[in-house]
């Protein structure tokens, strides 16, 4: 089976830095975009940065200047650094990739389970 697996959430003083891991497991081809989206209670899920398919990256304006997004496409990783970190930064982080295609899957869609993070003193 095909699941996407998150590490590196905890907590963080505000002002520092946090990387974020996310690893596509299984016998997989391809993975179309990959990237981090988060939520606070009370709040709408939202898009913190995506490595597209085709190369380029969409960064929220939130986080633009403070986070940078890579891929290891031949270990099916996608990496959120993040510097100069704030208190309204905190919620569940998820990793989200599409357009999988596996050994039984031609076109999959997953979301991670989510990684806490907590900015705060």
């Known amino acids: 089976q095909v699941q996407l697996v998150e590490s590196g959430g905890g907590l963080v003083q505000p002002g520092g830095s946090l990387e974020l891991s996310c690893v596509a497991s299984?016998?997989?081809?391809?993975?179309?975009?990959m990237g981090w989206y988060r939520q606070t209670p009370g709040k709408e899920r939202e898009m913190v940065a995506v490595?597209?398919?085709?190369?380029?990256?969409k960064i929220a304006g939130s986080v633009k200047g403070r986070a940078t997004i890579s891929r290891d496409y031949a270990q099916k990783t996608v990496t959120l650094q993040m510097n100069n970190l704030d208190p309204s930064d905190s919620g569940v982080y998820y990793c989200?990739?599409?357009?999988?295609?596996?050994?039984?899957?031609?076109?999959?869609?997953?979301w991670g389970q989510g990684t806490l993070v907590t900015v705060s003193s």
């Open positions: 989200h990739a599409d357009r999988i295609v596996s050994l039984t899957d031609r076109d999959l869609t997953l």
């Open positions: 299984g016998t997989i081809f391809s993975i179309g975009s």
């Open positions: 490595y597209m398919s085709g190369g380029s990256t």
